[in-house]
């Protein structure tokens, strides 16, 4: 263990839990140490660079005898793993790059060759052409660095990692690199580069191929090979993101057994990557891109010259992996999960169509953004269920009320308290999720006819937003609507948006949204110490029991006091 440790992962195993990193301006809430100075700077930078998948909607649509396709990449992060190469902890830095512009360049492997999976770790700011429908590289926000938006420009500084920086420069995006590093890759005595995780993540497939074979596609042989293989991904990745920290503040979190910092931060740069050049392939051949999720996303572009698009150079590397690890041989890297011609297209994980999936034809998208299933005891992909969700969001006025269950995390078990489980309602919003700014000039509204009732739904269109600013000032504004589904729902928010870019304030224009006003009005002066409220003072209270306890006095109808509005309320 140790061996493997100090080989592939550049750490070491030392007692105690948090450390004073070289840096001095950090900690490392770790039970490892790194294995130098250098091997910490770097880890350090894989830790910050290190983000989640692209998940965002660009349209908000209704389509009526238009058809589209959702399509997945093939066991996106197992096929990952397999071009991550290892990093020669003894000698990590190759180059130190510091106020000086990112070029292709900087990609070139020894012998004059591009290559996509360079471990280069950057702290940089950037600038993307205006006409950049995509822009790649994130600003993660202020409260939140679970949702970053993807801005046009950056000028404070993010981290960010290889393949995404290569996708950013071939979209023509202006890199200026504050502080950043080029890492040696480990070769073996013959000069070839070692992939540390192939010949593992391949020898699991084929035995999982084996098990299909022998014992049946459903054996749980299969089933738990599957599991393992699902989950390599996440153990690589365990407290990654929370490695560092500015604060002396001890974590309950720890690492996995093969946490590595530098291939968790390849391996998710390059989904994204790939994804983001898909949407420029897409856009570049006149089709439309509607909306992602990690590893998958749904256009109008035909499949067959979909999967045919080059991705700035993605394909051939990910092909050139996938039939290792594919059950017949087939080298093919994406595939098409639904298809409909009548796509209602809400928000990131907010989409549905009512076509069912039978045996001669794929059934369409259904992600209902957190929302229960309106017929339980029935299966949740049936046209029913499809019926009921679509008739809900477009009669909507507010947030959707659902059932949830409450479950005693594993942590507080580990302490000693009872397991239980908690029925509770939550109020869910299908609105627009605003990654991105709506074009108010592209705001159109369409009838929808849904078991016998005709409502109204504005559709737009959306472009990325020029900075983190105007993105905040979008976030918020959506905050003080109350819905945001009709033409006349769009039109009240642009309204508030103009009103805040020239300075003015406005009164709420109903008692539902003043009473709602009060109640956050109230909350913002205690978190400003303007005066003190017992029961929010309770240092041992989570959040979410925080915003609990407000809802429970929150009279409006339509609005519903949220974590994200804690969070953002005296900002």
């Known amino acids: ?19 004073r990193s070289d840096s001095h301006k950090f900690y490392r809430k770790s039970r490892y140490c790194a294995l130098s100075d250098d091997c910490e700077t770097v880890q350090r930078y894989a830790s910050f660079s290190y983000k989640g998948g692209f998940n965002g909607c660009f349209n908000s ?27 020669d902890w003894s000698n990590p830095i190759q180059k ?23 471990p280069i770790f950057v702290n940089c700011t950037y600038e993307f052409p205006d006409n950049c429908l995509y ?3 994130p600003h993660f926000k202020d409260d939140d660095n679970e949702a970053p938006c993807y801005t046009l420009s950056e000028s404070n500084g993010v981290y960010c990692s290889g393949p995404e920086l290569y996708t950013a420069l ?11 590093f080029k890492l040696n890759v480990l070769r073996d005595d013959d000069g070839n580069i070692v992939y540390p995780y192939r010949d593992l993540v391949i020898n699991l497939c084929k035995e999982r191929s084996n098990s299909e074979s022998s014992l049946g596609k459903k054996c749980l042989q299969a089933k738990l090979l599957k599991f393992v293989i699902n989950n390599l991904y996440g153990k690589i990745s365990q407290n990654v993101s929370d490695m560092f920290t500015t604060s002396f503040k001890l974590s309950d979190k720890r690492e996995s057994e093969i946490t590595n910092n530098i291939s968790a931060s390849l391996i998710t740069s390059l989904v994204r990557a790939v994804l983001f050049s898909a949407f420029n392939d897409i856009h570049r051949n006149g089709y439309n891109a509607f909306s992602a999720t990690t590893d998958g996303l749904i256009t109008d572009m035909p499949f067959e010259l979909f999967k045919s698009q080059p991705l700035f150079g993605f394909r051939e590397l990910l092909k050139s992996v996938r039939a290792d690890i594919s059950d017949d041989g087939i080298n093919d890297i994406w595939l098409v999960k639904h298809q409909q011609d009548d796509l209602l297209n809400l928000c990131t994980r907010g989409n549905a169509s009512l076509n069912e999936e039978t045996d001669s034809h794929l059934g369409g998208v259904f ?15 049936c046209y029913k269920n499809r019926e009921a969700f679509i008739k809900a969001v477009v009669s909507r006025n507010g947030p959707i009320s659902t059932p949830r269950k409450k479950y005693t995390q594993l942590s507080e078990v580990m302490k000693g308290i009872t397991y239980t489980v908690e029925e509770k309602k939550a109020n869910i919003s299908l609105d627009y999720c605003m990654k991105r700014k709506p074009v108010l000039s592209t705001l159109k509204s369409v009838n929808i006819t849904i078991d016998g009732e005709t409502f109204e739904f504005a559709t737009i269109e959306t472009v990325p937003f020029k900075d983190k600013d105007e993105y905040h000032l979008y976030c918020k504004t959506k905050n003080d609507v ?42 913002s002066g205690f978190k400003a110490g303007k005066w003190d409220i017992p029961a929010l003072s309770n240092k041992s209270l989570k959040v979410a029991d925080k915003v609990e306890w407000i809802q429970s006095f929150n009279s409006s109808a339509k609005h519903t006091f949220t974590k994200k509005i804690w969070e953002t309320i005296y900002k």
């Not at 399509?71 to 992060?77: C, G, N």
């Not at 023509?172 to 690199?177: G, R, S």
């Open 1 to 19: 263990k140790s061996d493997y440790l100090a080989k592939y992962s550049g750490f070491v195993y030392r007692s105690g839990a948090l450390k």
């Open 61 to 87: 649509v209704k389509h009526d005898k238009y058809s589209t396709i959702d399509v997945d990449l093939i066991s996106a992060y197992p096929t990952a793993m397999l071009t991550i190469p290892g990093i």
């Open 96 to 118: 130190t790059y510091r106020d000086v512009y990112l070029t292709l360049d900087d990609f070139k492997d020894n012998d004059g060759n591009i290559d996509l999976m360079t």
């Open 135 to 137: 822009p790649n590289l």
């Open 170 to 180: 071939k979209m023509d995006c202006k890199i200026k690199i504050i502080n950043g």
């Open 367 to 381: 992600a209902k953004n957190g929302l229960a299933s309106f017929y339980p005891e029935l299966p949740k992909m």
């Open 482 to 523: 109350s819905c945001l589904r009709t033409v006349k729902d769009w039109n009240e928010f642009f309204t508030l948006i103009d009103a805040q870019k020239n300075g003015c304030t406005y009164t709420p224009k109903s008692s539902d949204d003043l009473n709602f006003k009060i109640l956050k009005d109230c909350i």
